[in-house]
């Protein structure tokens, strides 16, 4: 809730912009350090907070598919996808998790 809550602020200290890299690079730390529910609340916020942003939902069903959620994973991958319609990457992922 802080985290929510004051996020243009810790990128301010930070010294880093306040945009859809910010948690996203936060949420990869976790992620590679196998703490899938921090990583996974972070996505989900930075998903809420820059919803028209692809990288978003992209990162966010990356967590999912890395936490074994393939639901969740194939449901953000096509989100992403409907905002960028032309990534043939999306695709061929979606693919995979419709297999």
């Known amino acids: 809730d802080y985290v929510k809550q004051h996020v243009e602020?810790?990128?301010m200290q930070a010294k880093l912009p306040y945009d859809d890299r910010?948690?996203?690079y936060f949420g990869y730390?976790?992620?590679r350090g196998n703490k899938m529910e921090i990583a996974l609340d972070l996505f989900k916020m930075?998903?809420?907070l820059f919803h028209k942003v692809v990288n978003t939902y992209d990162?966010?069903?990356e967590a999912y598919l890395?936490?074994?959620d393939k639901m969740n994973a194939l449901k953000y991958y096509k989100l992403?996808?409907?905002l960028s319609p032309n990534?043939?990457?999306l695709k061929e992922k979606i693919l995979d998790l419709e297999k």
């Open 22 to 24: 910010f948690l996203n």
């Open 46 to 48: 930075n998903v809420s």
């Open 29 to 31: 730390q976790f992620l």
């Open 80 to 82: 992403a996808l409907e």
């Open 87 to 89: 990534d043939d990457q």
């Open 59 to 61: 990162s966010l069903a």
């Open 66 to 68: 890395k936490s074994g």
């Open 9 to 11: 602020d810790l990128a």
